[in-house]
């Protein structure tokens, strides 16, 4: 295990019914703020006006900036930076998923910072101060509600890039299952894949003495496979939505890479496709997920694979390590298209076009330091194997 300093301050207030402590926890920080949301999910399921109920009854003030986009762009941020500048707000509420949370954590930073706010993306600039944010998730997925990073997007360049700053913590999150209820089964999916894939780019890594961090890898994709299926199945299924929220969470609060070098090579492969093909993130990972695997399956990784087909599909262990990899492999292929996930960029409409181009944008120098290192050639090949 190598070094590490593990420090989230996030207060989590998780159950049904905890949106009680909202008002409490935003009055003792704030007293004006932004209320994000996306298309509407918040206004239909009850979420809004059990926020604005909370805001009223601590005089609250607030001001609503609607309309965030899935795959949230850099314009929409900016607008919410105009409002609080404008309106003299000093805190940020987010109602929604990680789209919502992402660009809510960017307003927060921009509203401190004195420039543009894609500056963060661009790695121009490290957010060093922000508004407080106050979070309530809607979906279990991306783990923004624990984390410190934010993904944007720029359509009119085709990017799509992330930050992460210590200031970009949710000073607290509200973490209600009943709220997921609403979520339509392809957002579960796509949601239970990204979970996943968090914790596959954490678990996959070329330091493998982290016991304990890759022990509750292994828990939380065996319960992503338990709860995903069910939550898929049974939307109003309290123990399913549970389980899957606080999975979430956990595989990407940095607990996961303690102590090992993580690439994000997937990630990184995928967010060229939003950036380009506005595809659902979810989808994107599901897609090339394991045809990334099937292209790293090696004599040197095969233990790894086999570990994982043994601890999280049960898989017979005295079977040859080969054969071990390559049927945990399919089982995650399976177990995404039985969600109801596409398996490949064809069914997107997406061909080949663009892939030299994304596999430049993607590499980063992470990609020497990951569980396999690829170059920009691995990249299109792994493209053009998920086609
Ligand atoms: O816009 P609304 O109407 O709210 O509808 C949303 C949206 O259409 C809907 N939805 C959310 N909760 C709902 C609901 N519909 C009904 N009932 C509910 N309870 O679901 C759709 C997708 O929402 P979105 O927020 O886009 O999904 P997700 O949470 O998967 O966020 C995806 C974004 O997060 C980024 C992704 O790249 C993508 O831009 N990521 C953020 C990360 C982070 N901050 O740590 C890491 C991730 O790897 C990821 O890159
Ligand atoms: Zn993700």
């Known amino acids: 295990m190598q070094n590490f300093t593990f420090d989230i301050p996030t207060v989590i207030h998780f159950g049904k019914g905890q949106i009680e402590k909202l008002g409490g926890e935003i009055a003792a920080r704030a007293h004006r703020v932004l209320v994000l949301y996306g298309g509407g999910s918040v206004r239909r399921n009850g979420v809004y006006d059990a926020a604005i109920r909370q805001l009223q009854a601590h005089s609250i003030a607030w001001v609503d900036l609607p309309g965030v986009e899935p795959n949230p762009r850099i314009a929409t941020a900016r607008e919410g930076i105009r409002l609080c500048r404008e309106e003299k707000l000093d805190g940020v509420l987010a109602l929604g998923g990680g789209s919502v949370i992402d660009c809510a954590k960017c307003v927060a930073a921009g509203a401190l910072y004195d420039g543009d706010p894609w500056d963060f993306s661009a790695k121009k600039a490290v957010p060093e101060q922000a508004l407080p944010l106050f979070t309530v998730l809607t979906m279990a997925a991306t783990g923004s509600e624990m984390d410190s990073i934010a993904v944007m997007s720029n359509p009119e360049t085709c990017e799509k890039e992330s930050f992460s700053a210590p200031c970009c913590y ?98 990184r492969m995928e967010h060229e496709l939003s950036a380009f093909y506005d595809v659902t993130h979810g989808v994107g990972l599901a897609i090339l997920t394991p045809n990334w695997m099937r292209y790293v399956l090696s004599e040197g990784t095969e233990h790894r694979f086999a570990r994982y087909g043994v601890e999280v599909w049960g898989l017979d262990r005295s079977l040859p390590q080969r054969e071990l990899a390559e049927a945990a492999i399919e089982k995650t292929r399976a177990f995404f298209s039985s969600i109801g996930l596409p398996a490949t960029l064809g069914e997107l409409g997406i061909g080949p076009k663009h892939f030299e181009e994304m596999a430049r944008k993607a590499r980063t120098a992470n990609f020497d330091r990951t569980f396999v290192p690829l170059s920009v050639e691995d990249i299109v090949n792994i493209y053009r194997l998920s086609l």
């Open 170 to 267: 949710p000073a607290v999150s509200i973490l209600d299952p009943t709220y997921t209820y609403s979520l339509p089964a392809f957002q579960t999916a796509a949601g239970t894949a990204d979970i996943m894939s968090h914790t596959f780019e954490n678990y996959f890594s070329p330091v493998e003495t982290s016991y304990l961090a890759d022990s509750l890898a292994e828990a939380i994709l065996r319960a992503c496979v338990r709860y995903g299926a069910q939550a898929v199945k049974t939307p109003d299924s309290y123990e399913a939505r549970a389980n899957l929220m606080w999975c979430a969470s956990w595989a990407i609060n940095g607990f996961l890479n303690m102590g090992k070098p993580v690439g994000w090579s997937v990630h």
